[in-house]
């Protein structure tokens, strides 16, 4: 059984900083590779960053230089720490594993950018 759980969103002021995370069973972070994906209101959802099982890394022109995407084998957690946040950053953040033809899913984290 694969499970994917986000956590670490909220509610936070423009400027300021959180960081999610993705606890991942049945798959391991360290050789599937993993992503971040954003859905805002009205809006197809995006990607926002990756880490390759070589540790290589992607980011969507809009959040690089703020945001950064890692990994931690021994929790076979994977993160997202995001600086600088602006209000159109404000969506649900999901956690996705690819390996092969097969994708899992979280279930998604709010974050609300907002005065």
């Known amino acids: 059984q694969v499970q994917l759980v986000e956590s670490g969103g909220g509610l936070v002021q423009p400027g300021g900083s959180l960081r999610l995370s993705c606890a991942a069973s049945?798959?391991?972070?360290?050789?599937?590779?993993m992503g971040w994906y954003r859905q805002a209101p009205g809006k197809q959802r995006e990607l926002v960053a990756t880490?390759?099982?070589?540790?290589?890394?992607n980011y969507a022109d809009s959040v690089k230089g703020r945001f950064t995407i890692s990994r931690e084998g021994a929790k076979n957690t994977v993160y997202l720490q995001m600086n600088s946040l602006k209000p159109e950053d404000t969506a649900v953040y999901y956690c996705?594993?690819?390996?092969?033809?097969?994708?899992?899913w979280g279930q998604g984290t709010q974050v609300t950018v907002s005065s």
């Open positions: 996705k594993g690819a390996r092969d033809r097969r994708i899992y």
């Open positions: 049945g798959i391991s972070v360290s050789i599937w590779t």
């Open positions: 880490i390759s099982s070589g540790g290589t890394t």
